[in-house]
């Protein structure tokens, strides 16, 4: 089977019709082309490359429990490595991040490389600074932000006390109970938002155990007083497996130090623990939890390269640490095991549905399946269909076997209780379920086969000669329009001509670009958010895009593409 591509999953061939050349690789324009609308004040947006490298984290669980591995901060260690350098650039590197870190200090948003996407980062318990990514952004105020953290420690210090019998109902589960000496809180930061001041401005240090024992009215100063931990036990058996990487947990909010703009007013916030070194170094040199949605005009695809931020908030925020393109190439998967039990997967994203199910406990695992109302087992009065969580897309009426996808049925592992189901559609509790996300300036088509069996892995000419065909139904020869095309192929790497392909003509005025979003579905999901800015910036008036399968990251990939794409459409 024919491939398209670099060994990066991203290159460009055009065809304008049947009898051409096929003509060379289109390149897609740099940043410098591109034209940034900066408001009326712009900034000097500093563009800083940074090496991951250079922050040689250890997350072995070679010594004994992983959790044991993630609860402290090694930020003292990464940071004083200059004896020893892990790399040529590593001074300069550190400088990099110690900048970034003096911008959020003071309440300014700085966009830094994860290994989901790229996010926009600011203090995450300063109203003041989370105000400013809503800004930047142009995002609406009640979509909560994800909340970063680079230790355990750093988790409990900004969590309330908790309480036997906090959590959700049904949830039975051992308690994990601790001396107050031995908390890796300070209580005495947790009870006035004036202590939380004091929390954002501590350098880095190691926080020696005589300062956890200050008494406070959450626990007496008494070595034998004991308490739970507030981290709920059954979410460390998630961050044993996942953390750090791209899983966020929903966890209660404390009224003091997490501020309601940080949360969109919610009782509850989204954690996640980054695996990106320069992450996790920005979190650690500033030494407070960072909120950081993706670093994009909101709406807009997610960025996954500092180019695409540069594109969408360049002149907008002061800095954009550059760390490469991001690993997984979509969010985190969001859970929710603090409001319903068993817990539920609320957005799909870096780590699979399946990935959270084989976890001991969370066998049970329910899926939130966006676009759709699960079915009911009661009689009560279903919401009205105009929420955007429910509203099916648009077909284009002209375009040949174009359908208007009749939600599937839902299997069981999508039956949640009715009440929690409308509360999440009526107040989403994380980012990605409310609004349409992820579309270029292109209208997204997403095309499959009508047997789902098939794939353009098999059937590559197949594919090709049905958006073909749909370029012909749905074009004006008078007006000449680039169409873009996102398709799996057998491997990354290796050009292809497509002067060999047999095609029907396409019209005149009509070109047809293609972009090769890899072989397995790790790729594909990697590859999605560039190929659909790829689209835009080639000027394509339409951009298809190949379903993939509803499982593993696959479902990660057909929730984004089912907020981009207004029109599907079977072939």
Known sequence: MPSLGDENGSSFYSTKNADSSGGGPIEAP???DQQVVTGVSPLDTRLLTVDPLSFPYDDDPR???????????????????????????????????????SLLRKNL?????????????????????????????????????????SSLDMLRRVLPERHAGDGPEGLQWPEVVQNVSNDTRNDSQLNSSSDAKAFVTN?????????????????????????????????????????????????????????????????????RFPSHPVARAVIDACDFPLAAPSANSSGRPSPTTAQHVMADLGGKIPAVLDGGPCET????????????????????????????????????????KHGKREERNDNSNA??????????????????????????????ASLLDPTYTLSMLERPLTPGMKYRHYKPDAEVVAVRFADSSSSTLDNFDRFLTGIA????????????????CLVSTSHP??????????????????????????????????????????????????????????KGLGRAFRERLGKAAGVHVDI
């Open 30 to 32: 740099s940043y410098k």
């Open 63 to 101: 010594d004994g429990d992983p959790v044991e591995q993630i609860q402290h901060s090694q930020g003292s260690r990464v940071f004083n490595l200059h004896a020893n350098p892990p790399t040529a650039t590593y001074a300069k590197d550190v400088e990099a991040v110690f900048e970034a870190a």
């Open 109 to 149: 948003p700085v966009a830094i490389p994860t290994e989901t996407v790229y996010g926009l980062a600011a203090n995450a318990l300063s109203a003041e600074a989370a105000m400013t990514i809503f800004a930047a952004k142009n995002r609406p105020a009640d979509n909560p932000l994800i909340v970063h953290v």
């Open 203 to 271: 350098e880095i240090q190691e926080r020696p155990d005589s300062s956890h024992s200050n008494g406070s009215s959450l626990a007496a100063s008494n070595n034998d007083q004991q308490r739970l931990d507030p981290l709920p036990p059954h979410y460390l058996t998630l961050f044993r497996k996942f953390w750090p990487g791209p899983l966020t947990v929903l966890l209660p909010r404390h009224p003091t130090l997490i501020p309601s703009a940080t949360a969109s007013s919610l009782s509850t916030v989204a954690f």
């Open 329 to 368: 190439g979509v969010e985190s998967t969001v859970v929710d095991g603090w409001c319903t039990w068993p817990g539920v997967v609320l957005r799909a994203g870096g780590v699979a549905w399946e990935d959270v199910k084989s976890v001991d406990g969370w066998e049970r695992t329910k899926w939130f």
């Open 383 to 412: 919401k009205s269909s105009s929420s955007p969580l429910n509203r099916r897309t648009e077909v284009a009426k002209d375009s040949p076997k174009a359908v208007n996808r009749t939600p599937e049925t839902q299997d069981s």
């Open 469 to 484: 065909r749909n370029i012909q139904a749905r074009h004006d020869p008078t007006h000449p329009a680039t169409y873009a």
């Open 493 to 550: 790497g290796g050009a292809m001509s497509l002067s060999d392909l047999t095609l029907p003509p396409l019209p005149q005025s009509a070109t047809l670009l293609l972009y090769s979003l890899g072989p397995d579905l790790a790729s594909q999901a990697r590859h999605l958010f560039a190929g659909l800015r790829w689209a835009d910036d080639v000027g394509a008036r339409v951009c298809y895009v190949e379903e993939v399968e509803e």
